[in-house]
């Protein structure tokens, strides 16, 4: 049976520019996915983006630059702010795999991760030693830093990284999308632009990253964090999460419509 690492993009979850507006109907089409792969005996481990629950108004705030002087109280507020946040979106993901007969454990990590970057620290035992049958989750969050940043925001991308690396037997690795089926030759908007199947970092990309509204690297970081991954869990794809049944083809054939990711 596959242990499987999943993150739903926050842009799959949410709509990434209108202030937390939760996609209610894709998060449900989710929720069934971990039911099935839980039904097929499948072990499933959760992440989760941010998308409008973090990204505006942590850009509004600049809390990926950290402190800085001359703002650093409306910082304070913004970082407890965040926090409320994404504890919401994370109850309402929970809430609904609760209502899919899925038990889950969440771990946010302003509780338990310090730094950022896929070398952040914190201890992954606990999300280790989750409960037979439990789904552990954890999600992109503001965590606190050393001087003299003090906070900095921690994407799902990194937990992905850390958790592929560092949680013995996980077989894949799957990064669900919310405005693509995968790699695209060219970005989504380009008419021209066409899948790619199969990706390693040696492959050029003609991406962007939409900094009006992404704090957190994007594609490009989504890439790296992938092609780390891959060196050591054996299956990783970019899947289009509004397509969940990819996830089961791709469990049950070994291939699907995405873009694997290799060494
Ligand atoms: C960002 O997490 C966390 C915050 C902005 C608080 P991610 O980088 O994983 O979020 P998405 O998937 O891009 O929305």
Redesign the pocket.
């Known amino acids: 049976m596959a242990h499987i690492l999943i993150?739903f993009?926050?842009?799959l979850i949410t709509t990434?520019s209108k202030m937390k507006t939760v996609d209610r109907e894709a998060i449900s089409k989710l929720s069934r996915l971990v039911r099935e792969l839980s039904r097929l005996g499948h072990k499933v481990t959760l992440v989760h983006?941010?998308?409008s629950f973090?990204?505006l108004k942590?850009k509004e705030w600049k809390i990926a630059d950290g402190a800085l002087e001359s703002i650093i109280e409306q910082q304070k507020d913004a970082v407890i702010s965040?926090r409320e946040d994404?504890l919401e979106l994370n109850r309402e993901v929970c809430n609904s795999l609760a209502n899919h007969n899925v038990d889950t454990q969440s771990f946010p990590p302003s509780d338990w991760a310090n730094e950022v970057g896929a070398d952040f620290s914190g201890d992954l035992s606990p999300i280790l030693n989750c409960s037979e049958g439990v789904v552990p989750i954890t999600?992109?969050?503001?965590v606190d830093c050393s001087k003299p940043k003090l906070f900095g925001?921690?994407?799902?991308?990194d937990l992905m990284v850390r958790m592929g690396k560092e949680i013995p037997g996980i077989t894949h690795c799957i990064f669900l999308l919310g405005d693509t089926e995968g790699l695209l030759s060219a970005p989504p908007a380009n008419p021209n632009a066409t899948l790619i199947p199969i990706w390693n970092k040696n492959q050029q990309v003609s991406g962007e990253h939409d900094k009006t509204q992404?704090?957190?690297g994007g594609i490009f970081l989504k890439l790296e964090s992938a092609s780390i991954i891959s060196k050591i869990v054996p299956h990783v794809w970019f899947i289009d999460g509004r397509k969940p049944d990819r996830v089961l083809e791709l469990l049950t054939t070994g291939t699907t419509r995405g873009t694997q990711i290799v060494p």
């Not at 999600?139 to 503001?142: L, Q």
């Not at 925001?153 to 991308?157: F, N, P, V, Y």
């Open positions: 993150k993009g926050g842009g990434k983006g941010a998308g973090g990204h942590a965040i994404m999600f992109g969050d503001v925001i921690l994407s799902g991308d992404d704090v957190t």
